[in-house]
Nanobody
Framework: VQLVESGGGLVQPGGSLRLSCAASGFTFSAYYMSWVRQAPGKGLERVSTINLDGTFRWIVASVKGRFTISRDNAKNTVYLQMNSLKSEDTGLYYC????????????????WGQGTQVTVSS
């Protein structure tokens, strides 16, 4: 079982990034997929969750209108499009898979990635 995130990096405020998470070793289409982030010195925060067929999305208020989660079940991949990035979006972004609609840490999620770093700075 593996979740591999990519697409992070250094970007200026107002810029955009697209994170990807490639899944393997489990039935991707049977799992809710989430992005969870951890800002420096802070706890984990669930950013967004998408349901099994991509017809329902939940997103945290602080990124609503700027971030969009999507998934491609044929490619076993989930994405996070991040626009209008702010310094407070800086952090390590984890991809997570769960049989339940809600999970927000490596203990209550079924599968958890290694994370990709996003740094928003001028």
């Amino acid at each position: 079982v593996q979740l591999v995130e990519s697409g992070g990096g250094l970007v200026q405020p107002g810029g955009s990034l697209r994170l990807s998470c490639a899944a393997s070793g489990f039935t991707f289409s049977a799992y809710y997929m989430s992005w969870v982030r951890q800002a420096p010195g802070k706890g984990l925060e669930r950013v967004s969750t998408i349901n099994l067929d991509g017809t329902f999305r939940w997103i945290v208020a602080s990124v609503k209108g700027r971030f969009t989660i999507s998934r491609d079940n044929a490619k076993n991949t989930v994405y996070l499009q991040m626009n209008s990035l702010k310094s407070e979006d800086t952090g390590l972004y984890y991809c997570a898979a769960s049989r339940k609609p809600f999970c927000d840490n490596e203990y209550n999620c079924d599968n958890w990635g290694q994370g990709t770093q996003v740094t928003v700075s001028s």
